[in-house]
């Protein structure tokens, strides 16, 4: 048989470090409903990288290119915009919205080498579609020859 010391203050120290766990949770959990409070929704994303361009293609089925917007911002594409409530029904003990709505917005960081100037973007059957074409480069920095002495 095992004798062990009881020390009432271990106890009271994991207690208050559960507490402390609990109390962490609770405040992203609040962090993330103010996020979803201030943007209605958040639209899936999917990024790739081609030969000659990045892509970045957003679900966003029932919002209106005239109410979506991309722009650059401090080295970072911003996608925004509104998707507005499509079907609410009320009656006098019944109410019923059946998508989500409210703004959004997406950002991400661009990388080095892209063509700001010439990205593109087109809007198609729900999904937006975000072209960054890379910048070439010039065969001399492909290849430096170093003259030896």
């Known amino acids: 048989m095992l004798v062990t010391r009881y020390r009432p203050r ?3 120290n994991d207690f208050r470090r559960s507490f ?6 609770l ?3 609040e962090t993330a409903q103010s996020v979803e409070d201030k943007y209605g ?3 899936a ?3 790739r990288e081609g030969e000659y361009a990045y892509h970045v293609e957003v679900d966003l089925p029932g919002v209106k290119k005239e109410d979506i917007k991309v722009g650059i911002e401090e080295n970072k594409i911003v996608i925004s915009g509104e998707k507005k409530l499509k079907e609410e029904l009320k009656e006098e003990n019944y109410y019923k919205v059946e998508s989500f709505y409210g703004e959004f917005k997406r950002s991400f960081t661009l990388p080095e080498g892209v063509d ?8 198609k059957d729900g999904v937006l579609e975000v072209t960054i074409p890379k910048l070439e480069k010039s065969e ?5 020859r170093i003259k030896i002495n």
Do not use: G, R, Y
């Open 41 to 43: 929704f958040t639209p």
């Open 116 to 123: 700001v100037e010439n990205i593109h973007a087109e809007s």
């Open 27 to 29: 405040s992203n959990i």
């Open 10 to 12: 271990d106890s009271f």
């Open 140 to 144: 001399v920095e492909k290849i430096k």
């Open 20 to 25: 402390d766990l609990f109390n962490s949770m």
């Open 45 to 47: 994303v999917n990024t």
